[in-house]
């Protein structure tokens, strides 16, 4: 069970859009849509954004959308805000009813 | 709302046993699924496994030698033990709520922090 494959950061300036991936295997990513988006503030618990590849819980902005192409899920943000600068990390079940976490990538607004 | 809190001790020593409680308020423990999770120092997260209120788990297959997931329903609480440490293991170690197995995490503690050092 290996860890999920995120860019170690992305950047992008107010107003625009950034897309985070997150690569997998069939066994995970590619085998369910059951791919989930969390945002994790400096010294703060993370925060659900996305569920099953899509989703979005109440009171996510729609400023976040996620998507899922083969064994590759995104996490797209559009309208950049200053406060979106966090770490975002993806994380997908997996075969034989288990967890697996991306390494995480750092946004950085510009 | 609900609330998780984990309670443990922040120092453990080499080749002994990390022991943590994360205590649920503001809502049942029943019908849901509680996940240890847990970030080193500036890394990433690792889920470390889960314990369904029925008292079913799964472990992590990287950890499940040393893990052990239980559930005391009656208090609200659920639990970590993990053995043989080493520094390896020193993290914030997070207790989480999700409604499905391993996944969407909805709600999280605020993580403690053990530190594995003799």
């Known amino acids: 069970q290996s860890a999920l494959t995120q860019p170690a950061s992305v950047s992008g300036s107010p107003g625009q859009s950034i897309t985070i991936s997150c690569t997998g295997t069939s066994s995970d990513v590619g085998g369910y849509n059951y791919v989930s988006w969390y945002q994790q503030h400096p010294g703060k618990a993370p925060k659900l954004m996305i569920y099953?590849?899509?989703k979005r819980p109440s009171g996510v902005s729609n400023r976040f959308s996620g998507s899922k192409s083969g064994d590759t899920a995104s996490l797209t943000i559009s309208g950049l805000q200053a406060e979106d600068e966090a770490d975002y990390y993806c994380s997908s079940y997996t075969n034989n009813s288990l967890g697996v976490f991306g390494g995480g990538t750092k946004l950085t607004v510009l | 709302q609900v609330q998780l809190q984990e309670s443990g001790p922040g120092l453990v020593k080499p080749s002994e046993t990390l022991s943590l409680t994360c205590t649920v308020s503001?809502?049942?423990?029943?019908?849901?699924?509680w996940s240890w999770i847990r970030q080193p120092p500036g890394k990433g997260l690792e889920w470390i496994g889960y314990i369904f209120y029925s008292g079913s788990t799964s472990y992590n297959p990287s950890l499940k030698s040393r893990v052990t997931i239980s559930i005391d329903t009656s208090n609200n609480q659920f639990s970590l033990k993990l053995t043989s440490v080493t520094a390896a293991d020193t993290a914030l170690y997070y207790c989480a709520r999700s409604g499905v197995a391993a996944r969407n995490f909805d709600s999280w503690g605020q993580g403690t922090l053990v530190t594995v050092s003799s």
């Open positions: 503001g809502g049942s423990i029943n019908s849901y699924y």
């Open positions: 099953d590849v899509s």
